[in-house]
């Protein structure tokens, strides 16, 4: 276990020094924090609202790690099997559930460092009003662990490729897709189409329907559940992916 | 010791090895020979535990590469083909991070990375980031990332891959000093390099091992092997191949070439154990033509290579 623990760290060290040792993570960072601001205040007509919380920047962060997210986890596995490092670690004595780990966690907590990144939003709006922070600190965690789940998608697609552009893609479209199924609009314009049962079904995989009702406050354990059981069902398939890869 | 078990690998339609066995112990170092694509890497990507056999195993110490993959592991340090390593980061960082998957930890792992770092003439270039290194220093980096542990087994895949004639050298008397306890595999393109270092010959053509041998055995295959070579001064006129071929043992005789003061012969002996050199001496010194250069060819790799290799197509 404790070797188990080493290991996952080292490797979470290493991942987390090539997102700094790159120009990738500080583009990554400014660029999420500048549209985050925008969402917050500019896009979500903060000022028209006259209301002291975060609703809309909450509102878009969907929207924004559709594309922001896929850009973090694109080169996870595609890079290594350009330049052949995957060879290398899959032939030290590290498991495939250690590396696999140690990548997500990496990732994670890079997101969550970006996500930290935004307390002066924080300060702004507390400065300005007297917003709930209960309600805050739960839209945070929600946003925090919805995160984790596209950065789960995004890691299994990574897998799939070598070419960054593809594995970009496609963990895009999955990501957009779970959006989509849950939105009203979506689901009103389905209505016709099939049985109501079946499209509340299908828009309770959607992200937006677990995020929707923590950033309102509420952290119910079901959504809790929700998002790690997608993080669990990713890193597995992303388990098997590459465990087919090296018996194919 | 590291013992293949009728390892084999398929991809799609393509055999790419096929039924290779084979044991190296101890003090061995074992090159593996053979065309591209003759399923050398493949052999060493299962061995390392990179791919997993279409059926039969390895194994490095006793451990089961299938079942204790993660032992073998411990035990084996590997230099993939073209010397992979994280472009981003230092070497000093790089190697910090294999010691650390490797079990050391604090001034351990320190010793060894500047150990390490020593050995393979990396010191000057170990805060600089990989990326901003050239070709052979790059190779060298994978190749401290294999030796780091100081692993009993070492596979290598084309380690002097690209390097300069001097590079070469260095590596390969670092290879040969490791060897004495160590088991080594390599693979190369280069016959010379087989021909110094390597103890034992595995010569693999379309999957399959077509030869097993030293590198001395191997060359006694060569054609040339026996076959004596000598440089005359072209003093008067003389029909030099003829005269060869008059001196008894000599079975037939080739020109190797032919300058405007000297030219060299090559004479295969009827039986190669035949005191031939000395005839060949005596019967151009009593013509007044005193033999300038002579050498008993020891046979060519390449020779030998091309015919084993191409034989088998």
Redesign the interface.
Known sequence: MQRFLRTILTIVKRELKGYFESPVAYVFIFIFLALSGYFAFQFGEFYIRRQANLDSFFKYLPWLFIFLIPAVTMRLWAEERRTGTIELIMTLPVTLTETILGKFLASWLFMGLALALTAPLIFTVTYLGDPDLGALFAAYFGGFLMAGAYLSIGLMTSALTRNQVIAFIVSAVICLFLVLIGMDEVMAALSGLAPLWLIRLIAGFSFMTHFGSIYRGVIDLRDVVYFLSVIFLMLFLNGIILQNRKAA | MIEAKHLTKI?GRKTAVDDISFTVGKGEILGVLGPNAAGKSTTM?MI?????PTSGTALVGGHDVLESS?AA??K?G?L???A??????TVN?FLD??A????FRGQNKKQQVIRTLERCNLLEVRFQ?IHTLSKGFKQRV?FA?SILHDPEYLIMDEPTDGLDPNQKHEVRDMIRTMAQNKTIILSTHNLEEVDTICTRVLIIAQGRIVADETPAALKTRSGLHGAICFTLPKIGEGVWLKETEEIPGVDRAAIVSEGPEFVTIRAFPKKSDERLTEKIIRHFMVKGKPVEKIYIEEGRLDEVFRMITTQSL
């Open positions: 991809f990507r390392t535990g990179f791919l997993v993660l592991r411990q084996i590997y993939p083909e073209n992979p390593t994280y472009p981003d980061m960082g991070f294999i650390e998957i490797r079990g980031a994978c990332q």
